[in-house]
């Protein structure tokens, strides 16, 4: 009697331990990632080029009004001068920047004429990287924003060239690059992963051939991703270049290359869900004069939803996921221009790119993660309710 | 009398396994016929071949032949689909679709191409009455099938089986799963159905058979023993054996 309640305890203690040690981990990821990620999230990092564009140039002209402070929030210096206010700020990247808050629509940084021809209104937002005086040494962005508030100040100073950026920094692309993705998988990989899944459970006959098949396709679910990434770049690739207009790595072989990874996955759950819909539904369907056919549509489809469901959200947080097999077909390059001809990185992508530069940007990389982690719990809860809804008035 | 079935020389093996041995048997049109015998003596696998559910067993083997009503044909020849429209079957357990109540049963009309809303609430309706049914779920047909109690649910896979006009029910113990208010409700429902309808039901309960059926078989290892009109399989069996399972002494 004791010696079972000594095995009884020790089993109830390990499971206990699993199940909080399992939590803590977890625990730990989300804290690691939010706290080092939180402070660059921002709505603006989901909507902008990551390309940071520079401009140079001075006035156009040397007319301008006097100007009354607007009363701007206390970081910012207004300079009575131009009209303008600007601020110490970090962009997108984490970098310490002299960034434009406010401009008067009389200033005249709203007229800048360009160096290499066209002119320039700035807008709040972009950040001044150097002046340079006529007679007088040029103020930094490096040296400080209050050396160039007071160089800007000085009414001694005649401005000669001015140097702006509009910053970079954002993952508009890789955000919609990576909603392509899982669009253009999905479409791919549903259709023929839930249709073979189903040949396999409704009409496959149990004999060897199936037998083989089956195994072939548990046995590609093992094989690693970039052994996938490789058949996209020599393989898929190509032939998007010559069936499509793309010249290059682009979207669909990403999507091709993500769907090959994850038929074996999809076909081997949604059998499974065929699988458990119970026998007697079926019996009852052919007894009322339903073909196979039918049987499948109206019964067995609908009977298997919810596991079709999630497979879809498995699938989804696989793609979301995926960087060793599309660092080869959509490439490292972050760039701005997004479609599905064209190559640019998913946000698993965008991360690894992050972290292989000199030195990694850990925060940003943190950042994507959360947004990532967003992402999938938004599509998680989508899924729950929209099962939920498909599954009302059955039960 | 008219005959529904005729059946001669049907044998099923299942692999090498035996299921059936050589069934002579004639089933009349109109009439209740109860088959019974011991669990594993073949009634259920009988019952089966009628409709062609073995089908659906992989290692099935079915030899012999079953005319249906004046098919030249044996029904192994027909198309199993306009075979299973003619002949409905009800299922030891209640197995009503994980759908509202109106969808289930306008689903045989349904798969055989039938779109008209009118005529599918006209069929609804009347099988539901037909499995008096309707007055319990007249308020609300658009309820899911599974909220219904199970005597309510094996009376709504009637109604479903019903819908599609059969000639012949073939019921497989269709109240072993039900409690004795809900089996009573059946039995009343069955004696309702044979003025239109050909019912062939298995059984498990002798007093069930004794109740509501005209003719009686009786199945041992396989074979078929005796078939005669209940009154006589009941009463006056003409071997030892049929008398003592339907006393109760073995089986």
Redesign the interface.
């Known amino acids: 009697m004791n010696k079972r309640r000594f095995k009884d305890s020790t089993f109830n203690v390990m499971t206990f331990i699993s199940i909080i040690s399992v939590t803590f981990l977890l625990g730990m990821i989300f804290w690691f990632v939010f706290s080092q990620g939180i402070g660059l999230l921002n709505f603006r990092l989901l909507t902008s080029d990551n390309q940071a564009v520079n401009y140079v140039g001075a006035f156009s002209s040397d007319n301008y009004p006097e100007f009354m402070d607007p009363s701007l929030e206390s970081d910012v210096h207004f300079i009575e001068r131009y009209g303008i206010g600007i601020a110490e700020r970090r962009d997108l990247a984490g970098n310490t920047v002299i960034e434009f808050v406010y401009v008067d629509p009389d200033s005249p940084f709203t007229d800048i004429a360009l160096l290499n021809g066209g002119s320039l209104s700035v807008t709040s937002g972009m950040t001044l990287n150097r002046v340079a005086f006529i007679e007088r040494p040029a103020a930094q962005r490096s040296q400080g924003i209050m050396n160039m508030v007071s160089a800007l100040s000085d009414e001694g100073n005649t401005i000669r060239e001015l140097s702006f950026t509009r910053p970079g920094g954002g993952i508009r692309a890789s955000l919609v690059s990576t909603l392509y993705l899982i669009g253009l998988t999905l479409v791919i990989v549903l259709p023929f992963g839930i249709m073979s899944g189903l040949y396999f459970s409704e009409f496959a006959?149990?004999n060897r051939l199936t037998r083989i098949t089956r195994n072939f396709i548990e046995m590609l679910s093992g094989i690693p991703s970039i052994v996938f990434g490789l058949i996209g770049l020599s393989v898929l690739i190509p032939f998007t270049v010559r069936t499509t207009p793309a010249t290059g790595g682009n979207l669909i072989a990403g999507a091709l290359t993500l769907s090959a990874i994850l038929l074996p996955i999809v076909i081997r759950t949604t059998e499974e869900g065929f699988n458990n819909v119970?026998r007697?539904?079926?019996?009852?369907?052919?007894?009322?004069?339903?073909?196979r056919t039918?049987t499948s549509l109206?019964?067995v489809i609908?009977?298997a939803l919810s596991s079709i469901l999630t497979t879809t959200f498995l699938a989804i947080g696989r793609i979301i996921g995926e960087s060793a097999a599309l660092i080869f077909v959509l490439g490292t390059a972050v760039r701005d221009r997004v479609g599905v001809f064209d190559r640019s990185p998913s946000l698993a992508v965008h991360i690894w790119a992050l972290m292989t530069r000199e030195p990694p940007n850990i925060e940003l990389a943190s950042t994507i993660a959360v947004i990532i982690l967003i992402v999938v719990l938004i599509l998680n809860l989508s899924i729950k309710l929209l099962v939920r809804l498909l599954h009302r008035?059955?039960? | 009398m008219d005959n529904i079935y005729e059946i001669k020389n049907l044998s099923v093996h299942y692999g090498a396994f035996q299921a059936l041995d050589n069934i002579e048997m004639t089933i009349l049109k109109n009439k209740v016929t109860a088959l019974i015998g011991p669990s594993g003596c073949g009634k259920s696998t009988f019952l089966r071949c009628l409709?062609r559910?073995n089908d659906?067993i992989?290692n099935a083997v079915v030899t012999g032949d079953i005319r249906f009503k004046d098919d030249t044909k044996d029904i192994a020849k027909v198309n199993p689909?306009?075979l299973?429209?003619k002949v409905?079957?009800v299922?030891q357990?209640p197995?009503?679709?994980?759908?509202?109540i109106y969808e289930n049963v306008a689903?045989?009309p349904k798969?055989?191409g039938e779109k008209d809303k009118k005529k599918l609430d006209e069929i609804v309706i009347r099988s539901l009455k037909q499995a008096a049914l309707y007055d319990e779920v007249k308020d609300d047909l658009?309820k899911?099938a599974?909220?219904l109690s199970g005597g309510q649910q094996q009376r709504l896979?009637i109604a479903?089986?019903l819908a599609?006009e059969p000639e012949v029910l073939l019921m497989d113990e269709p109240t072993s799963a039900l409690d004795p208010i809900a089996t009573q409700r059946i039995e009343d429902l069955i004696a309702e159905l044979k003025k239109h309808y050909t019912i062939i039901i298995v059984t498990h309960s002798m007093q069930q058979a004794a109740r509501i059926s005209d003719y009686t078989a009786f199945f041992y290892m396989g074979e078929l023993r005796e078939f005669d009109t209940t009154n006589r399989i009941f009463t006056n069996p003409s071997l030892k054996q049929t008398e003592d399972y339907v006393t109760g002494r073995f089986g």
């Open positions: 006959k149990n119970p007697p539904y079926r019996e009852a369907s052919l007894a009322l004069g339903a073909n039918q109206f019964i609908p009977g008035g059955r039960y | 409709n559910m659906l992989d689909i306009e299973r429209k409905g079957m299922f357990k197995n009503p679709f994980p759908m509202s689903y045989g798969r055989q658009k899911p599974l909220s896979c479903r089986a599609l």
